[in-house]
């Protein structure tokens, strides 16, 4: 199944004096907050992205969102739609580092710890010249 590229969420913000704003995306059944519209804005942006790249990475269904005009709010309440561009939501979450274990013959590995080899940054660049990336 392809992955859909972005995707748009209805968002409420909800508004109380004296407190950070708090955002709910009801599809999703998870919230954030920040503390002026543009944290929470960036707030929603980033929980927005980390869930749906867990529901695709689980293989879970991802929920239809509900149509703007569909949601009623309070009067301290405003609907926002928030988007997510899954490209560089996937590329930011799956450069994560992961350990790799390697075999070298024991004089090498004295000869780099003397000389203080750093071995994952050396590791990463004999792969990308020998992958072209």
Known sequence: MKKADRYFYPAIFTYEQGQEIAVEFPDLGVATSGVDDNDALLSARELLGCVLFGLEED???IP????LSQLTVESNERTVLIDAYMPSV???LSSRAVNRTVTLPAWLNALAVEHGVNFSQTLQTALRQQLRV
């Open 59 to 61: 293989g879970e269904e």
């Open 64 to 67: 239809a969102p509900t149509p």
């Open 90 to 92: 996937r590329q930011a």
